[in-house]
């Protein structure tokens, strides 16, 4: 018996065949998001899911790689979206970029050096059955059998980090290499990245914070050998005007620097999440 998904799917393209195919994406994506749990369809407002994959060209049968997967917000999306016909890889930091936060019990840290088997466990039972087939590897540490494969790869809030421990170890450097190698050519690579003004201080917008550049990631990404497609504003948010002594997380969903006090809990409530780019580069055929 088909299933939701793989009804819609099916008669969009028999009633008006490849024309339609995009209608029917849509719907697909559509119908995923709507199947989400109340605490991620409230985040929809601030992540635009359903506008940024398709800003990104995601499609189902995609082989896809997700940047720092974290706790599935945005894997649980992509996996039934993309389906059996589809894949799905997760890319991690590099284990020795942890320590270097500070702030990772040694219990943390040691569970990195599992990560790869931990992560494709865990994702695998995310996708099901009727998902794509599931991999993962840390950045540094492409396998050659991954090489060529992905149609796409997304940083979604993943590249400040990278950004900030950069001159300790090459990190933003090592992950654009793979994310260039893991490519097909013509692959695409997406990016959503909390955006820094251009007129605040390079030193603060180098990643610590959470901010970057829009300039830094878009040279960053042609020096890796990447072309520069184009910018949507579909996440974007003026009322976030981060002073040099902010951090982005201070905004929701971490409210992590208002502790006890209500009212700047409501004030940085009110901003809303991060002002962010999403941006769209290629690999060259």
Do not use: C
Request: hydrophobic share 45%.
């Amino acid at each position: 018996m088909l299933k939701p998904l793989q009804t819609l799917l099916f008669l969009s393209l028999a009633l008006g065949g490849p024309a339609l195919a995009g209608d029917a994406d849509s719907e697909r994506l559509a119908a995923v998001l709507a199947a989400q749990p109340e605490e991620v369809q409230a985040r929809y407002a601030w992540r635009h899911p359903q506008e940024t994959l398709e800003f990104f060209g995601i499609a189902p049968g995609m082989t896809v790689v997700e940047a720092l997967p974290g706790g599935g917000w945005y894997s649980k999306i992509l996996l039934p979206y993309l389906g059996p016909q589809g894949g799905y890889i997760g890319a991690d930091y590099a284990p020795d970029m942890y320590p270097l936060f500070g702030f990772f019990p040694e219990e943390q840290l040691k569970k990195k050096d599992t990560w790869v088997a931990d992560f494709t466990a865990e994702a695998a039972g995310w996708a099901g059955a009727d998902g794509p087939s599931v991999a993962a590897f840390a950045f540094g540490a492409l396998p050659d059998s991954m090489q060529g494969t992905a149609d796409a790869v997304l940083f979604v809030r993943a590249l400040h980090n990278l950004a900030r421990f950069e001159d300790q170890g090459g990190y933003l450097t090592a992950a654009l290499r793979d994310a260039y190698a893991v490519l097909k050519p013509g692959g695409v690579v997406g990016v959503v990245q909390h955006e820094a003004r251009a007129d605040v201080p390079d030193a603060w917008a180098g990643g610590a914070s959470g901010y970057l550049k829009r300039d830094f990631v878009i040279g960053r990404f042609e020096q890796a050998g990447f072309e520069f497609l184009g910018a949507s504003e579909i996440n974007q948010n003026a009322k976030d005007q981060p002073g040099e002594n902010d951090v982005v997380w201070r905004l929701p969903p971490t409210l992590g620097t208002s502790g006890e006090d209500r009212e700047l809990r409501a004030q940085l409530e009110a901003v809303g999440e991060s002002n962010r780019m999403t941006l769209k580069f290629r690999k060259p055929e």
